[in-house]
Structure formats: C-alpha cells, structure tokens
C-alpha cells in the first residue's frame, strides 16, 4: 500500500526548545487544533491502542495522527487501513526523539485548518522523548503489564512529564509478574496528579474510558481562553 | 539492602568515542576481562534472564555485573541476592546510553584483575545504546515475544549491531501475535550473521543454549592472541 505520506524529519536549529514548543503550543491554540504526545518503550502497543480509541471518537471530532518511527511506515498503514483517518509516517533518521521543531515539520504535513486533534506517536522510548517538550497540549504514555509494574522507578522522567498513563495488556496479567496497586503507587509517587487507564487495547476492555478521557480533553482545552 | 555499590556515572568527555571503545577492548585484553554489553527494551526481561545465566555458569568461570540505570538500584540488588555475584549500580544520571568511558568508569568499580567475564546491564532503550561503542567484546540483546516480531524493522540500528539476539519470554507466546519465524527473518534482514536464542527465562526453557552460548564467546576470546 502507498497510501501514506513519509516525511523525513530534519535535525532541529533551535537552540532553546522550550521557547519553540511554547510558541507551538499557542499556534495550535490560534488554530483550534489540540496536539496529543503520545509515548512509550517499543511494543507497548500504541498502535493497537491509537486505532481503538480512533474508531470510538472518529465521528465526534476531527483527527489526524502523526507516526514517528526512525525506520519502516508500517504503523502509519495499519491507522490508515483501520480508522481511515489521515495518518503521516515521520521518519526521524535514527534521532531517538522529537522536539518541537520536529513536530511542527510534522504537522505541516496535515490539514490543520480543519482539525479537533493531532495524535503524536513519538518514537518508542521511554528516556530521551520525556527530556524535550514537542509543544504538545498534554503528554500521555503507554506502560503494557508484560514490562513490569517497576518502570516508573527505572524511567522516573517519563512518568513525572506523563498527565496520562494507560496501562494496556491487562489481558495477560495472569501471566506476568504485575501488581495494578504497587504499579499505581510507583506511577503516583512520580506524579501524584496522573490520571491510570488500565486497557487491553486487543480484547477493548477500559477502551471506552481512554476515549472518554481524551474527548474530554479536547473539549475543555477548546473551551479555554487562548 | 544496602549490599550493592553505586556508581554516579560522569558525562564523558571524549569526543571520539570509537577510538575511545578500541582503546578500552585492549586494556581488557590484555586483563583477560570478556566484556558483554547486553541491551534491550525496557521490560524485556535482561535482570531475570542474567540470573538465570549466571546461575549456570558462575562454576566455570569469575564473574561480576554492572547495572546501568537512570535510577534505582533494584536490579544490582536482585542479581547479588539471587546469584551471589558481585553486582554495582551505574547510574548515568538520565542519559540514555552508555558510552566506552562511562563504561570505563563502571569498570573501575569491579575487581578486574580476578575476572574472565564482565557483563555490562545497558539502559533499557532499543535507540541510543546502539550508537555507542562500550568498549565491549561484543553485544547481544534481548527482544520479548510481547514486543512484538516487528521490532528489527522499527529498531535497525539495535538489530544490526548486535552479534546475538535473546528471545524471551516465548512460554507467553500463545497469548501474543508473534511469530517465530518472521521474527528470525527480520532478525537475519538486518544481520546475517545474527546468532538468535529462544528462551524463556521465567520457566528456564532454553537457557542452557544460552549459558553455553556465553561459556563458548569467553572461551574462544581468551584462546585468541591479543
């Protein structure tokens, strides 16, 4: 299938990336459109999890989802064959991370004008992605039962940028070592405001709530003064 | 516990890390000090798949490991409680990676002169350890079967790298899209040469192959001239 676009992602030359993604922030805020930083270690299942909560809320907004990925454009395909939502490939050439100048390269790649909301899928990564700001209008992650309840001791940054930490996978939580009460404190005493979605983006348990969330977001930011 | 020492890891300060790395391979040559440098994803399962190695192998040979980390010392705790080994925390003090003088400065912290093997625990993160020479006699990974056998076509760098690629977690394999031999062939795809071990480190299947694995790489180093 070619049916998505690949935009190769230049190095930034910024020097100060909080100023940038802060003045990113207030463009998106002019437009209207409510930019999503989605994060998480590989295979977390982001891509399971995006295309759920696409299919639960594509007919009451207007979205648009960005993938980056150092290589490949298969999650861009898989989107775009499973919501029909526009979906664009970012390819970040080995970089590890995206920062707002990153983001904006991206977004000019949608059709801004029209949309509710833009989905960031940063690259898999739970170090480098926390450290810079993509100007996004909240940060949200993906930790999966099969990783372990222990990673917000191990990656304490990724989970005190995170106002949002879905936990997918709890289909198997049989099978793993995985405790959702010891997981909910390490991911509170990193930040005691996060909110905890426990999913499984494949049998569509607690889905309903992520689209919940995420709608309800987009309405309050929009409902906002810029 | 208060059994483990804690490395707080420098920044380096070498600029050219390759020649840095080269340098560091023969100084442990010349010890007869096999270094490992073993990478993953967070999660995958490197602490538990390490005790279960040492515990098959620390008869035959003197061995001691590093934990690198952003924080924490729950996995240099682990491994001397459940192996008896000597074990010390590195904490690389958010970095995401570990180069060869931070792995020098690791080093320093193990009794090198009685050793034949050091393993050095890398950052969990499938991007930048892969763009950092350690200094280590060769690299292996581990990739989980909740991943997902994609993972090569997304990570190349990581897979291309390393001599030997660790697949665990394969008693959960039933629950999992993940198949086997796809994975070998986006495995081989990005490294011909690549050695690939199935195992499941919880129950214990295959890490025979791995300890064997391991025993034989020693062996073969220390019976090469310098």
Redesign the interface.
């Known amino acids: 299938m070619d049916g998505v676009r690949i935009i190769e992602i230049k190095k930034s030359v910024f020097e100060n990336n909080d100023i940038d993604a802060n003045n990113l922030r207030k463009e998106l805020k002019s437009k209207g459109v409510y930019l999503l930083n989605l994060m998480s270690?590989?295979?977390s299942g982001k891509t399971t999890t995006l295309i759920r909560t696409i299919n639960l809320i594509k007919d009451k907004l207007r979205l648009a989802v960005m993938e980056a990925?150092?290589?490949?454009d298969?999650d861009a395909i898989k989107i775009k064959e499973a919501t029909g939502v526009d979906s664009i490939q970012l390819h970040t050439g080995?970089m590890?991370h995206l920062d707002a100048e990153m983001t904006r390269q991206g977004l000019e790649g949608l059709p801004l004008e029209g949309l509710d909301l833009a989905i960031l899928e940063n690259?898999?990564?739970?170090?480098?992605p926390a450290?810079f700001d993509t100007g996004s209008c909240s940060n949200a992650m993906i930790l999966?039962v099969?990783?372990?309840d222990?990673?917000p001791?191990?990656?304490?940054?990724m989970f005190s940028v995170c106002d949002t930490v879905i936990i997918n996978?709890i289909?198997?939580m049989d099978?793993?070592d995985f405790d959702m009460e010891r997981c909910r404190r390490n991911i509170l005493s990193r930040n005691p405001k996060a909110r905890i979605i426990p999913v499984s983006a494949k049998t569509g348990e607690g889905m309903e709530a992520v689209a919940q969330w995420l709608l309800e977001e987009v309405r309050l930011w929009k409902a906002q003064k810029a």
């Open positions: 270690s590989p295979g990925d150092i290589d490949s298969v080995g590890c690259v898999g990564n739970l170090v480098c450290e999966s099969p990783e372990g222990d990673k001791l191990k990656y304490p940054l996978k289909d198997v099978y793993f």
